[in-house]
């Protein structure tokens, strides 16, 4: 990089501003270039109502990469959340059966699997010392088993409206916005509650240590297997809420969760994190998830059929863990 | 600051790989045609089926045959009591959970059938041909039903079980005829051509229409978009766009909000299975715009959502009594009466007219109307729902 070492007038004047922007994560430009390229395509997109009920349709993966950020940046995997979320739509379904005052309690038992299965997996990784990558996908075949057995293979019950309000309904009559849906308000709480968690407090702190060097994380007093245990729970309990609000927005399928989880790790990535562990911000990893959205948007409006969309997303999972790999390297 | 020279440098390649799918976006944009998949011969007879009248008694569609052509059974018939072996390819979605409940409520209602032993192949071609194998080489099967996953790959399979013992084939075929009956009802052709013309006769001058479609290349649903296809295409409809949903209930959802920030409005959505029908209505409703003219199937969610709003809509269907009609064939040919070489199930369509038939709200969303179920032991339970009021 023979470029910033030459100094001109003209540079010498552009470096402050340009270091400034330099240190803006990437990410933030590419999603946008993303968003200004789809306002290109669809000139309604910025209108606040095209715009919310975009974010709407992202809510799911942004809080499912959030859940996972905290168990990449402890250097594990969830591979289990997918599955989770296809329980969590059919558990809903069989639980509240269409009923409207079941809706509660059906809401508190599905928290209670998702906490249950991320305690489970973090046990496992930390006791039996299976890598979390097998361990949560035994899960995610476990999980997908259990969906099966409980449902008899076929989708039974319908999600009553109530259940689904926070994935379909809107707040009325906000100022400015007019409807804001009620999975935006959603994820903006769980985007600061994640952000605090993570780079605000003790437990955010010890688990960037937990990945970046285990043994000197234990050696400085760090009860590892209370953070990992603590990482997938709250991994799993998104994959719970992804699923309430995806069984609201679309309703009861076998296939709700399918792929989730290789694009909540992707976006993770994309958004700077590294996959084994240590580092990783919130905001860009959210960010990296509405990238990976808006990316998807951005394809379909081009016309493009949903097999490229595939081939992008492999190439930028590729193109992402490259990048982080170069710049690990750069670093070191 | 090289450091983060790099950073900017490496989010401009990671832009560029978005751009060139741009390039391709120009070509691909317009909807292919997947000539390769028509076959205007087959095209045209299963049209005529359409509309043939079907033998069999009227109130069992199920032991109905269009056009059929007898074949002798006598040199398979056998004393009671039999063992039925029956190698399924899966339950792998709503459709086979529904014909498989309702293939093991018929065994029950013949207590000739001493055995009926079942192997799941859960999806794979090589366990499926492993388990008929494995079915062959127990003795026991007086007949074999195979409901094959994929035509090419299970072929051999079957053929070795047509050499030892009666095997009928049923939903999917196989290139062979040598079993006793291939059952299915009339085919992809007939269900897409049934869907488009209905839009066709519906839709407002210049109309929009959406296709979506589950996956591409898997013949049954190739069938029905070509049909579909060619039609729209001999009517001069607009098609903006050929989607894939995956099947997934959000993925057609999503891809219907996309197109209606695109286009504003759209005329007509054809379908090319029903399981995503009523995402796609939501979208509609949600965005606050028309419901358009939408196709489906016999899926309950589907029809009780079209019975509510009044919607104009219509389903084909590729009905799930296919299932009863296997273990029917079985008896017939184990008792040595004659079945049909090709058994050719009538395909009805579900219109306004005999919508309410078909209605059943205390059946679970993703249960097929035309099961035949309904005189079945166990109903509606054992299919998931309630007893009706």
């Given at each position: 990089m023979a470029l910033s070492t030459r100094t001109t007038p003209f540079t010498r004047v552009l470096r402050k501003p340009l270091k400034m922007v330099a240190a803006i994560p990437a990410i933030y430009f590419i999603l946008a270039a993303l968003l200004i390229w789809i306002s290109f395509e669809n000139p309604n997109f910025p209108q606040p109502e095209v715009f919310l009920a975009f974010l709407r349709r992202a809510t799911p993966l942004l809080i499912l990469?959030?859940?996972?950020?905290?168990v990449i940046v402890t250097g594990g995997f969830d591979l289990s959340v997918g599955s989770l979320i296809t329980l969590t739509v059919l558990g809903g379904a069989?639980?509240?059966?269409?009923?409207?005052?079941r809706t509660p309690l059906a809401i508190v038992t599905l928290y209670l699997i998702g906490l249950g299965v991320g305690i489970f997996n973090g046990l496992v990784v930390s006791y039996l010392r299976v890598s979390s990558f097998i361990t949560t996908l035994g899960m995610l075949i476990a999980l997908?088993?259990?969906?099966?057995l409980w449902s008899g293979g076929a989708p039974a019950g319908y999600l009553p409206d109530n259940f689904r309000i926070f994935g379909r309904q809107n707040l009325e009559g906000v100022p400015y916005l007019g409807k804001v849906p009620y999975a935006v308000i959603i994820l903006v709480v769980y985007s600061l509650v994640a952000t605090y968690l993570l780079h605000g407090t003790n437990f955010g702190k010890k688990a960037l240590a937990v990945g970046d060097n285990?043994?000197?994380?234990?050696l400085s007093g760090i009860a590892i297997p209370r953070i990992r245990i603590a990482v997938f729970v709250l991994s799993s309990i998104s994959a719970v809420t992804a699923g309430i609000l995806l069984g609201g927005f679309a309703g009861v399928s076998m296939n709700v969760g399918d792929g989730y989880e290789l694009e909540a790790i992707a976006a993770v990535v994309l958004g700077g994190a590294m996959l084994m562990g240590g580092k990783g911000s919130m905001p860009t990893a959210i960010a990296g998830a509405l990238s990976l959205r808006a990316l998807f948007t951005l394809l379909n409006l081009l016309g493009l059929p949903s097999p490229y969309r595939a081939a992008v997303q492999g190439l930028i999972i590729i193109g992402a863990a490259a990048y982080a790999a170069f710049r690990s390297q750069s670093e070191s | 600051m090289t450091k983060n020279l790099k950073y900017l440098v490496l989010s401009v390649i990671l832009l560029a790989l978005v751009v060139p799918p741009t390039v391709l976006a120009?070509?691909?944009?317009?909807?292919?045609s997947s000539s390769e998949f028509f076959d205007p011969e087959e095209f045209a007879r299963q049209l005529a089926l359409l509309d043939m009248e079907p033998e069999g008694p009227a109130d069992q569609p199920w032991l109905q045959a269009i056009d059929p052509e007898w074949v002798d059974t006598t040199q398979y018939k056998k004393e009671a009591p039999w063992t039925i072996c029956f190698s399924n390819a899966g339950n792998f979605n709503p459709w086979r959970v529904v014909g498989f409940t309702t293939m093991e409520a018929e065994v029950e209602l013949h207590p000739e059938i001493a055995n009926f032993v079942v192997t799941d192949a859960e999806g794979s071609d090589e366990k499926q041909i492993g388990d008929i194998a494995d079915l062959l080489a127990t003795g026991e099967c007086d007949l074999l039903i195979v409901s094959p996953m994929t035509t090419a790959a299970l072929t051999?399979?079957?053929e070795q079980a047509c050499e030892t013992i009666p095997t009928i084939v049923f939903d999917r075929g196989v290139n062979t005829d040598c079993p006793v009956t291939f059952i299915s009802p009339i085919g992809g052709y007939a269900f897409g051509a049934a869907a488009a013309r209905f839009i066709v006769d519906n839709l407002p001058e210049g109309g929009k229409v959406l296709a979506l479609r589950i996956s591409p290349g898997v013949d049954v649903l190739e069938t029905r978009w070509a049909a579909a296809e060619q039609i729209f295409m001999e009517a001069g409809v607009n098609v903006i766009g050929v989607e894939f949903t995956g099947d997934d209930r959000a993925t057609a959802r999503s891809i219907v909000e996309d197109y209606l920030e695109r286009y504003g409005e759209i005329d007509a959505v054809w379908m090319d299975a029903g399981a995503t029908s009523l995402a796609v209505i939501e979208a509609f409703e949600d965005m606050g715009v028309e419901i358009p003219i939408i196709t489906g199937e016999d899926q309950q969610d589907f029809l009780v959502k079209w019975q509510e709003e009044g919607l104009t809509a219509i389903a084909p269907?590729?009905?799930?009594?296919?299932?009863?009609?296997a273990i029917l064939a079985a008896i017939k040919i184990l008792s040595g009466e004659p079945v049909p070489k090709k058994w050719v199930l009538p395909q009805p369509t579900i219109t306004n007219e005999n919508l309410a038939e078909h209605v059943q709200p205390n059946m679970p969303p993703q249960h097929y109307a035309l099961c035949g179920c309904e005189e079945l032991p166990g109903f509606p339970e054992r299919w998931g729902g309630k007893p009706a009021n």
């Open positions: 990469a959030a859940g996972q950020l905290f069989l639980l509240t059966d269409g009923n409207a005052d997908k088993g259990a969906a099966l285990p043994r000197a994380a234990a | 120009q070509e691909g944009g317009q909807p292919k051999p399979a079957v269907t590729y009905p799930t009594f296919q299932w009863r009609t």
